[in-house]
């Protein structure tokens, strides 16, 4: 049997922060299973962050106004991507676990991990009109966001002052990770480590070791998939009549986004059904 393979995209840009510890322990996790692990360092790499026309190899089609998402879908298809990106494209597509290492950067990801989604999830690589959400290129791989914050959990409560984390992920785990196909893994969230007491540190970092033993036999989270919906442009890829419908009946929103003016079926974002969270 091939040798299974995680990728871990980092972004930090200390060695010595607890981001970097949380890479290494996974690492050593991973490897201890037997995975063949990589990780891509982000700023050791000096990713390049901005989508621009360096990223094609060779002509335009269209000089006079440069469409980053057409030029790149062509690029693809025809080999031409810059290397920098091929080579992500290359870890992504061997992986089948795929671990997002970051600190919370302004409700979201540091711009040098926006850079790498930005730029190596590229269309026809990624997704196509046909193969989106649960109909996505990557629905045989698994993907978790990994990271820190600055703000304690009561921060990022419903009625804290950041409001509901379960909305703050939304972009990032149904945006980009289910809209490219990923089953996507319960987030694994390390609150607030700079000042908390280097036990409490201590104790994320087992958990997170713990999790990590058994993160593949984990269920992931739920989306509304494709089939909900009408997906053509007549019905303007909104939810069916009947299931609307159906939903009427129900005490919850269908999902976070999909939240039919329903309060937001707890726990959406960061708890798989199993663990109790979701509606149904
Ligand atoms: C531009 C920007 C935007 C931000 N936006 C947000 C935001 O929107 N929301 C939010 O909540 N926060 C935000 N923050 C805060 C940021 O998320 C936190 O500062 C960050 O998550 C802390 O993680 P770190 O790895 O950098 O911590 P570090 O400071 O590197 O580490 C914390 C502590 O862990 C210690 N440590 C390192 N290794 C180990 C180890 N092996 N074992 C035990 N301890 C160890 C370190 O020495 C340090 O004392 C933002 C910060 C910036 C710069």
Redesign the pocket.
């Given at each position: 049997m091939a040798q299974k393979a995680a990728l871990i995209v980092f972004a930090?840009q200390?060695p010595?922060?607890?981001?970097?510890?949380?890479r290494?322990a996974a690492v050593q996790e991973l490897s201890g299973q037997g995975f063949r692990v990589t990780v891509s360092d982000l700023y050791a790499m000096n990713f390049r962050a901005s989508a621009t026309q360096d990223d094609i190899i060779g002509d335009l089609k269209n000089p006079d106004h440069f469409q980053y998402g057409d030029e790149t879908m062509r690029a693809w298809t025809e080999g031409r991507l810059s290397d920098d990106i091929t080579a992500e494209q290359r870890k992504l597509e061997e992986a089948q676990l795929i671990i997002f290492q970051f600190?919370?950067?302004?409700?979201?990801v540091?711009a040098v991990l926006k850079g790498w989604f930005d730029r190596v999830l590229t269309q026809g690589f990624a997704f196509s009109l046909q193969k989106i959400y649960s109909k996505g290129v990557f629905k045989d791989k698994k993907a978790l966001l990994s990271?820190?914050?600055?703000?304690p959990e009561s921060?990022?409560q419903p009625d804290g002052i950041?409001g509901d984390i379960n909305v703050t992920l939304w972009p990032l785990q149904n945006g980009i990770l289910n809209f490219c196909g990923f089953q996507v893994l319960a987030p694994q969230i390390?609150w607030?480590?700079?000042h908390c007491p280097?036990a409490v540190?201590?104790q994320m970092?087992e958990g997170w070791r713990a999790r990590l033993g058994g993160l593949l036999m984990e269920k992931p989270l739920t989306f509304a998939p494709c089939e909900l919906f009408d997906l053509s442009f007549q019905g303007g890829f909104r939810l069916r009549p009947e299931v609307k419908e159906e939903q009427e009946a129900q005490p919850f929103g269908l999902s976070t986004g999909h939240h039919l003016g329903k309060p937001l079926p707890p726990g959406d974002q960061t708890r798989a059904p199993s663990a109790g969270g979701n509606r149904k």
């Open positions: 930090h200390s010595a922060s607890f981001n970097a510890a949380l290494d600190p919370l950067y302004w409700f979201s540091p990271f820190t914050t600055g703000a921060m990022f950041d390390f607030d480590p700079v280097a540190r201590a970092l």
